[in-house]
């Protein structure tokens, strides 16, 4: 072979194998790259990751190179960043101040846009901020430590890279915006000062997508999708692609602690994905060595399959929902933390904390709550409405399923 017909059949060689590596991801490059990206940003180096923190910043430039580098045009407003200023009240009854400038606490958005060329655009969301050293927010007790926040919510972070590096190859007939939100475990500060300040139109936004805490799929396999009331369109396409035999859990309620709300009080349909609480939310125990990581695969092929049905729609339609506003309003707490995946009767206990009325009355995780007082609980909303009928020095009677028997409890507020 001739020298130039050897550089010739190298250079077709090369080529074919570039756009070879760059073809769709499979399942176990995906697998590879959310362990990498979770591992990054869950690691102790990134301190938890609380907004204004040098350690949110790091993982705010991790994001960036990665949009970057999937090949995503800079959507903030100082390249792939839209940084704001949260001035907080001295006044507690005063709410937070959420803009561009004044004195405060700044943190950044992180935007990506992949053009396809078309009228209107899917927003996937994530946030990537955590709770740093605790805080307010943390239930750990004992001297502060670094909370890495691995499932909360480096998990949801590291699939909406996943998503964007599957979504580039796909033929869609939507934008997709790609949002890596701070703030939200202050108050959804960075969602809420998007759509606020949106650096696109939000009257082209088709809807949004939410991943917080998708890191934990259970042996059950079941995966929540709450907002499915908020479009006509959603309830139809979630059983028909479910080729990984999950165990959907559906709520219809656009609101929820999440930033998945803060675009719902926009009137767009919004999805908000999530496999369930565990025993290290908002611990330092959340590392990255608990994630489910061929569970995340799961929750991320779904997620693209759910936008792939949706992609042959006309824009979808918007729906208000029964929202938390509507809740029954309580002022005494248990002190359980409820399993959200339980579908059954009653509400199912997911963990206790300590110092608490249920731990004192000796409920333990995995009881279901069938009867509090009067009143028969049969799902969280009936539990809710039991509990707003006491107050503080409130005793009552608990009545409990635990393997299979009736168990009486009396609690204290």
Known sequence: MNKNLRFSFFAILTS????????????EKLLSNLKEDVTFLAADDLEGRAIGTEGEVEAANYLA????????????????????????????????????????????????????????TIVLGAHFDHLGLGGS??????????????????????????????????ELSSNVLFI????????????????????IDLASVNYMINMDMVGRLNEEKSLAVYGIGTSPSFPSILDPINSDSLKIVTTESGVGPSDHTSFYLQDLPVLHFFTGQHEDYHKPSDDSDKINYEGLVKVVRYISRVIDQLDSKPKLAFTKTKDSSDSP????SMGVVPDYMYDGKGMRVDGVSEGKPAQAAGLQKGDIVVQLGDSTIYDMMSY??????????????VVIERSGQKVEALVKF
Not at 180 to 199: H, R
Not at 329 to 332: A, D, E, G, L, P
């Open 16 to 27: 074919v194998i570039i756009i070879g590596c760059d073809g769709p991801p499979s399942d």
């Open 329 to 332: 309003r309580f002022t005494v």
């Open 65 to 120: 190179k990665e949009f970057k580098k999937i090949g995503l045009l800079p959507k903030g407003t100082d390249g792939f960043f839209q940084p704001f200023t949260v001035s907080k009240p001295s006044n507690p009854h005063e709410e937070a101040v959420i803009g561009t400038a004044g004195e405060g606490v700044t943190g950044r958005n992180v935007i990506g846009f992949l053009d396809k060329k078309a009228d209107k």
């Open 180 to 199: 890596a939100f701070s703030g939200e475990e202050n108050g959804l500060w960075g969602s809420n000062y998007f759509v606020k300040n949106p650096t």
């Open 384 to 397: 809710m409405r039991a509990l707003s009928a006491f107050q503080k020095g409130d005793s009552t009677k």
């Open 137 to 170: 927010g943390s239930l750990h007790r004992g001297d502060s430590a670094i909370h890495n926040g691995a499932d909360d919510n480096a998990s949801g972070t590291a699939a909406l890279l996943a998503l964007a590096k599957i979504l580039k190859h796909e």
